[in-house]
């Protein structure tokens, strides 16, 4: 799926970007970042762009 980051306070993402999402766990999305690595990060800090269709 793809998500939009809207938070303020990751110095690691990109205001507006939007980024591949790998999945969510504990109340976090795993977003692959700038660094082609994937991380959580607070579900709240994002937008839902397009789920993936099954």
């Not at 998500?3 to 990109?14: A, I, Q, R, S």
């Not at 980024?19 to 504990?26: A, V």
């Not at 692959?32 to 099954?54: G, R, T």
Request: with cysteine; aromatic share 12%; proline share 2%.
């Amino acid at each position: 799926m793809k998500v939009k980051y809207v938070g303020e306070n990751c110095t690691d993402l990109t205001y507006g970007a939007i980024y591949e999402c790998l999945g969510t766990e504990l109340d976090c999305y795993r977003v692959i970042d700038e660094s082609e690595e994937d991380y959580l990060y607070p579900i709240n800090e994002f937008e839902l762009i397009k789920e993936n269709i099954i």
